[in-house]
């Protein structure tokens, strides 16, 4: 799949994925988890692991100034660095400072990468290739096409949708309101992670962003429209499974119909983060919150801490104790 030329990435697609590995929406603790974006992959990429060490001591110098210092402060970035150009020959790949390094046209901080060395220095190795190849994916499917049977729709946090749209105004029309702080974005779906639609996917495709959102939709119907919801012990249910798209699976609403029957028409979720949507009742408010905001605080890819409910009509925010009632607001 490896690009034949050089890549010049958007600087949204590689923000995106800066997001993706490192940032939770406004509102988080801002705690560190060592739970990395994507189980540790090569994915065929070939990281140099392989060469001696005074092979990658001499490469890490590199061009880098505070690389030839050996600043002790400077070696985690210097270390990703040498092993990134070896991964993507064809990349920009620069340290620029403590814990920073910059590929083609944007800084990535390697802070959360630091928490994970510092745990396990065991693993570094392992977890920065993992890092490494799917910035290299990333780089790759910028460059792919897309299908239209690789849309997908994800649920994300308004200050993931403020900064996308500061990062790539063009953007700001490809993404519409759901309910309350929660908003709808398409993504193209690869085997390993996703990238964002753009306005030139769109042209490419001869769509317009609504017939977009259809489609992206009915792919999630028929990819993935089970929902596999499962009891937990404090009597509350999860819906949790692995291919990403397990809060989006709201989007499939008639689909909740039964499961909100089975709960005698009072259906309360909690879609915390993009792996894992919490099930209960008006009953079960309490745990349901804190359930929620653990998940949300503590589990990558965090989406809200509010509540919905279950409407024949659409999903709407369910308001608790010291709601305002509003931002509620009903399927958009």
């Not at 009891?231 to 499939?252: C, E, I, S, V």
């Not at 905001?293 to 104790?321: C, M, N, Q, S």
Request: some cysteine; aromatic content about 4%.
């Amino acid at each position: 799949m490896g690009p034949a030329t050089t890549v010049r990435m958007r600087p949204f697609a590689l923000a995106s994925l800066a997001l993706v590995l490192a940032c939770e929406p406004t509102g988080t603790t801002g705690e560190e988890s060592e739970t990395l974006p994507y189980e540790p992959f090569n994915g065929g990429v070939q990281t140099g692991a392989e060469v001696e060490t005074g092979a990658e001591d001499e490469e890490r110098t590199g061009d880098d100034t505070a690389c030839a210092t050996n600043a002790e402060e400077e070696r985690l970035a210097c270390h990703f660095a040498a092993r990134a150009r070896r991964a993507m020959a064809d990349a920009d790949i620069s340290v620029v400072g403590v814990d920073l390094v910059r590929v083609d046209e944007r800084e990535f901080a390697m802070d959360a990468l630091r928490v994970i060395c510092e745990r396990d220095p065991d693993s570094c190795d392992q977890r920065m290739d993992a890092w490494i190849a799917a910035l290299a994916e990333a780089r790759e499917a910028e460059n792919t096409p897309a299908t239209p049977e690789q849309l997908r729709p994800v649920l994300k946090h308004v200050d993931f949708v403020a900064i996308v749209r500061r990062d790539a105004p063009e953007l700001a029309d490809l993404s519409r309101r759901l309910v309350g702080d929660v908003h709808v974005l398409l993504v193209v779906d690869f085997p390993r992670l996703t990238r964002a639609l753009e306005p030139e996917d769109l042209e490419a495709l001869g769509m317009t962003i609504e017939e977009a959102h259809e489609r992206a939709i009915a792919n999630l119907r028929e990819h993935h429209g089970d929902l596999p919801v499962e009891p937990m012990p404090n009597g509350l249910k999860a819906m949790g499974p692995t291919d990403g798209y397990a809060a989006a699976r709201l989007l499939l609403h008639e689909q909740w119909a039964s499961i909100a029957e089975a709960n005698g028409g009072d259906l309360i979720v909690a879609p915390c983060n993009r792996d894992l949507v919490i099930l209960g009742s008006s009953e079960q408010v309490e745990p349901l919150l804190e359930a929620s905001i653990r998940a949300y605080r503590y589990v990558d890819h965090p989406i809200t801490k509010a509540l919905w409910r279950w409407t024949p009509e659409g999903w709407v925010t369910f308001e608790t104790e010291g709601d305002d009632g509003s931002d509620q607001s009903t399927k958009g």
